[in-house]
């Protein structure tokens, strides 16, 4: 059901513009990078034309010089919404360094309204552990007016790790909390006064610019004239190059600094009127967009001769080039806002039409956003609600959900109310993103407005979806049937209610249904574009097959799905991040726990945004318990609040019960019977809520809760209880065919009988299991049934004929039983100590002083400068010692260093 996002980039965003010819060093202000890396914020407030942009290219360039990481954006009105403008961050600090913002990418990869501050958390969180100095530039923040924006900027500067450095250029003040970072010292403020040139830099700028040089009284002048405003001086100086001036007429008195704005207008007109006509024509054609591309301007123009007008105008320091390719120019807002003004003064048809040129080519590069931006300025409301009829849900099925944003947002400037199409797709677009209720709000309106039976029928398609992932499977298979029954021209939305029938099935166990459900296929050309329609398929198939305890069919399904991912047109890890999660958790059922890691690995936090219950499960109890196999119970209990969050926003009972009952196992096994039963009183509340409903048909929290009985009738010796509630439990999951959870119920009431010595009926019990679990490769069920578990299994063992293949899967399991709870058990059952992992003796002793104190450090959240400080060495030394580090404990990143000390036992703070 989902699409993969792939909003298009605009790449010199992320890039400091080009340095102009003709600059000098301000060494008055250059000095500040050094007050820079001593402050977390600075903010650079000045007008337009004082020069914030290029001092803050000289500091970025010094910083970057001093080996620090330096990411840049430039912000435009179109970045006033929350995922875009994080998104356009994370790809910033991606360019700075590859493990930067790369988890953000992959989520809004996958869904481009994914939740915002969850994203800024996750790039806090790679800010700490790059370890390196991280100086991330906002040109333009004044661009950013959305309060939601605000508290985001406010969320980053109040968890900003040592390490982070923010620096925002703007024309206004920041409406930030800054009080709190004034009395730190944490904050530096810049404004138009220090940014101001003095006499002697006006005379250094005046003397370096390719005229004849002007007399000292002749540079007084112009200071005084232009008050030390960087773009009018350098206006002034282009103008005197164009009149080929000595010196510089006297002026009867200087200008107010009011009345300088008016003065540039001045200045502009005099240097426009110095241009040969045909240039200041094309600047005034040229003046509308944003960015400037040569085929835009030839479109704007009319002529080829538009390729060689920009290049002069690039010569004549007129306009910007973006790109060391010369494929984007940009003028200065200044003259843009000037060369608008005139363009206005010449009335409404030149504008107009100049629009409609900008929007057709726009439309040509399906560039949907600024076409119908263009149209809309230009008054063609009729063609701008063609356009987006036309590319609504093409938009969402390639995952370009922002433009979808962009479009609703131009409507409402422009007091004009969205198409019902374009309404439909916002809709999907927030049910892509898991936003499920406000969906449903907005196809209730929609349903209400809608003026042809195919605009219901497709808003009821998506309703179907909506309550599909708000795991109501009752309902959504009743709209899906019903939508069915009449033809559904578009064959992703056909397609998207297949897979919904497919869910819904599972969820009620239909078994045959859910098999027999068809696909269709596209037509050739477009199956590379709806990807993800045949990946949903295949993913919900594999979670058939795990429930069933298939699980090498389900990791053929998940395998293909991943295959299918990386053929695709856009390869994109969001697009393979659910079928790798889903394998992650075969791989743990097979005890493959390495392979397991590595699937997960920087995936997590995008999985969050994908998905449905079932999913969601199998992805976060896998990582929690491999975090507990890791002997990191504190990762463990994190990732299942990160999950029963997940459940209750999305309100999923069954994913809440099934976290409750996964930390009332991870209690138990570590004898802390209260808050165990704690969360047993949890699940029966849960179970007593939610009974046989829409969101509950099959049982499942009930389910859970009789578990959660019998693991804490268990532990308590209690084995009869146990025994009379699993033996109902088992026959209901073996009628249900739910083999996965019928083997841990099948081993727990193996070990109650075999309390109760009732060792005919416990081995019978260890063996129907056992045989289920050989039958699809279960491991990992069977090893969390825990140590009591190692007796019956040796028992089995010495029962079965050697040449069984079940005696070779007991003895298989018998051997990574060993592995993780150390020794071998005999019949008698009794577990013995945990034995010493392999190879943690010689990590340990490979470790120096040094080194160790040193992760202790970055345990504690210290940068590497912090630790360099802390020591008394340089921070060149302390990169030094982490690759030595990382070399011996075999990993790459600061992170895994501090994991793998932690499970070597080598950090204080820790043990």
Not at 705 to 719: E, H, I, N
Request: with cysteine; glycine share 6%.
């Amino acid at each position: 059901m989902a699409a993969p996002m792939a909003t298009p980039l605009i790449a010199t965003k992320t890039l400091p513009p080009k340095h102009r010819r003709g600059l000098i060093s301000r060494a008055r202000l250059g000095g500040l990078a050094d007050d820079i890396e001593s402050h977390l914020l600075t903010i650079v407030k000045a007008p337009g034309g004082f020069g914030k942009t290029t001092l803050a290219q000289a500091w970025a360039g010094t910083l970057a010089e001093r080996g620090h990481l330096v990411a840049w954006l430039s912000l435009d009105p179109d970045d006033d919404e929350p995922q875009r403008f994080l998104h356009y961050t994370s790809h910033a600090l991606q360019r700075a360094h590859p493990d930067l913002g790369a988890a953000c990418v992959a989520m809004f990869s996958q869904s481009m309204l994914a939740d915002p501050q969850q994203a800024l958390a996750m790039l806090i969180e790679e800010v700490v552990s790059c370890g390196e100095e991280v100086f991330l530039f906002l040109d333009d923040f004044h661009c950013l007016t959305l309060p939601e924006i605000h508290a985001l900027v406010s969320f980053l500067l109040r968890y900003a790790p040592s390490n982070l450095h923010l620096v925002l250029l703007s024309r206004a003040s920041a409406p930030l909390a800054l009080d709190t970072l004034r009395v730190r010292h944490a904050l530096l403020e810049i404004d138009a006064a220090q940014l101001r040139f003095t006499a002697e830099e006006t005379q250094e700028f005046l003397d370096a610019s390719p005229t004849d040089k002007l007399s000292p009284e002749d540079s007084r002048r112009i200071h005084s004239q232009t008050e030390g405003w960087a773009a009018a001086l350098r206006l002034m100086s282009l103008s005197l190059q164009g009149q080929g001036r000595r010196s510089y007429p006297p002026h009867a008195q200087a200008p107010s600094t009011a009345g300088l704005a008016r003065s540039i207008d001045g200045y502009l007109c005099e240097l426009l009127t110095q241009l040969p006509p045909e240039l200041a024509d094309f600047m005034l054609r040229t003046a509308l967009p944003e960015r400037l591309s040569p085929a835009l301007a030839v479109a704007l123009i009319g002529s080829e001769a538009a390729r060689s007008q920009l290049a002069q105008l690039e010569q004549r320091q007129l306009l910007t080039a973006l790109d060391d390719e010369g494929q984007w120019y940009a003028y200065h807002q200044l003259i843009r806002e000037h060369l608008g003004q005139r363009l206005q003064q010449q009335g409404g048809a030149l504008a107009a039409e100049l629009h409609a040129r900008a929007a057709a080519w726009y439309h040509g590069q399906g560039l949907w956003s600024p076409a119908v931006r263009h149209a809309l300025d230009g008054g063609a409301t009729a063609q701008a609600y063609a356009w987006i009829e036309e590319c609504a849900m093409p938009l969402v099925k390639a995952g370009d959900i922002l433009t979808l944003v962009g479009c609703e947002r131009q409507l409402a400037a422009h007091l004009v109310r969205p198409p019902v199409r374009l309404r439909i797709a916002l809709a999907w677009a927030r049910i892509l993103a898991c936003a499920c209720p406000d969906a449903i709000k907005l196809l209730d309106d929609i349903e209400a407005d809608a003026d042809s039976e195919q605009l219901r029928l497709d808003s009821r398609a998506a309703r179907a979806a909506a309550y599909a992932l708000l795991d109501r499977p009752l309902e959504a298979r009743a709209i899906a049937e019903d939508c069915l029954r009449h033809p559904v021209p578009d064959r992703w939305v056909h397609n998207s209610l297949y897979n919904i029938l497919r869910f819904c099935a599972l969820r009620t166990g239909r078994w045959t249904d859910f098999y027999a459900t068809p696909d269709l296929p596209y037509p050739e050309g477009e199956s590379r574009r709806n990807i993800l329609s045949a990946i949903y398929r295949l993913v919900l198939l594999g979670v058939g097959d795990c429930v069933r305890g298939k699980l090498s069919l389900a990791e053929q399904r998940y395998t293909a799905a991943i295959s299918l991912g990386y053929s695709a047109d856009n390869p994109d890890s969001g697009v393979t991040a659910l079928p790798s999660g889903m394998l992650a958790h075969v791989r743990y059922e097979q005890n493959r726990l390495d392979e397991a890691e590595a699937l997960l690995a920087n995936r997590l936090e995008v999985l969050c945004t994908l998905g449905f219950a079932e999913s969601v499960k199998h992805i976060f109890l896998t990582a929690a318990r491999m975090a507990q196999r890791h002997g990191r119970p504190e990762r463990a209990l994190a990732l299942l609040e990160q999950a029963e969050n997940i459940g209750i926003s999305r309100q999923w009972d069954r994913l809440v019960a099934a976290v409750q009952l996964e930390r009332l196992r991870l209690h138990l096994s570590q004898g802390r019977l209260a808050e165990a039963q704690a969360y047993l009183q949890r699940l029966r509340q849960l179970a007593v809520a939610t009974p046989h409903t829409p969101t509950n048909p099959l049982g499942e929290v009930r389910q859970y809760a009789a578990f959660g009985d019998a693991y804490c009738a268990l532990q308590q010796y209690r084995y009869k209880d146990a025994q009379q509630v699993l033996e109902p439990l088992l026959a209901e999951l073996l009628s249900l065919d739910s083999q996965l959870l019928a083997v841990r119920a099948g081993l727990a009431l193996a070990i109650a009988q075999q309390g109760q010595r009732n060792h005919t009926h416990a081995l019978r019990s260890c063996r129907q299991a056992m045989a289920m679990a050989a039958e699809g490769g279960i491991v990992g069920s069977v090893l969390d049934q825990g140590p009591d578990l190692g007796g019956l299994l040796a028992i089995l063992r010495d029962s079965l004929d050697d040449a069984t293949p079940l005696h070779g899967f007991t003895l298989r399991v018998l051997e990574a039983w060993q592995a993780l709870y150390g020794g071998m058990p005999n019949a008698g059952g009794k577990a013995p100590g945990r034995a010493a992992g392999p190879g943690g003796a010689e990590q340990r002793q490979a470790l120096g002083p040094r080194e160790c104190g040193i992760l202790e450090l970055i345990a504690e959240g210290n940068s590497n400068k912090e630790v360099a400080r802390l020591l008394g060495i340089g921070p060149e030394t302390v990169k030094t010692h982490l690759k030595n580090i990382f070399a011996k404990l075999n990993v790459d990143r600061r992170i895994q260093a501090v994991a793998q000390a932690e499970a070597l036992g080598l950090l204080k703070r820790r043990r």
